[in-house]
């Protein structure tokens, strides 16, 4: 099967495939306390880390939604873990609520102080990044000068974590049950995990030495 995106067969394939294909990711559980107070909590399916030195992490936002105008406008979010026993709160978090209802409280989670910025971490997970944002930048597409879509980069300046899910040295995202975004309204728990060593000389960080 080939198809171009705007001329894909719906009798075959009603739903767009891409984010299933393109799976699974980290998810983006995003929050921010804009300049005016306001306190934002989302989730974002399109979310990945870019770099290790420095460390620099991405969320998108398909439109200007509150989670990156406030980041853009603040400078600073925060990126907490999603796992499967948090799968409903972050659900929840999801929910299109007025300006200035708290996510947290809908959620039934609980704010956490940062130590280097502003916004508040997820007290339940067990992990998070503080990040500073290093870049806002605005993709366009073939047809267009702007695709509507704003990508906020930010580089890792604290990170949390829960001792009880660290072992042998290492963060063991299996103990914490990861849990992942895929494509329509799927998500991928980490189950297992597999070692391939690089090659000597193969460069990258994720190998044994990382």
């Known amino acids: 099967m080939f198809y171009e995106p705007h001329k894909r067969d719906k009798s075959l394939l009603p739903h767009d495939p891409f984010k299933a294909i393109v799976a699974p990711r980290p ?13 934002n909590l989302a989730p974002y399916s399109f979310f990945n880390a870019i770099s290790t030195r420095p460390s620099l992490v991405m969320f998108s936002s398909e439109g200007p939604k509150d989670t990156a105008t406030a980041a853009e406008a603040s400078g600073e979010f925060v990126f907490n873990l999603v796992t499967f026993d948090l799968r409903h709160h972050m659900n929840a978090t999801s929910a299109p ?25 997820v007290l339940e997970s067990p992990a998070a990044l503080e990040c500073k944002v290093v870049e806002v930048y605005r993709p366009r597409s073939l047809a267009s000068d702007d695709a509507g879509v704003i990508m906020v980069i930010g580089e890792v300046v604290g990170v949390h974590i829960n001792e009880a899910f660290i072992k042998d040295g290492r963060f063991d995202l299996v103990a914490a049950g990861t849990l992942m975004r895929a494509g329509y ?18 460069g990258g960080t994720d190998g044994a030495s990382a």
Request: charged fraction near 25%; aromatic fraction near 6%; avoid cysteine.
């Open 27 to 39: 998810i983006g559980w995003i929050s921010t306390r804009s300049p005016e107070g306001l306190i």
């Open 97 to 121: 609520l007025a300006r200035g209802v708290s996510e947290f409280e809908h959620a039934g989670l609980t704010e956490a102080p940062s130590n280097l910025v502003k916004a508040p971490r």
């Open 185 to 202: 309204a799927d998500y991928v728990r980490a189950e297992s995990t597999l070692s391939i060593i690089r090659p000597e000389g193969g």
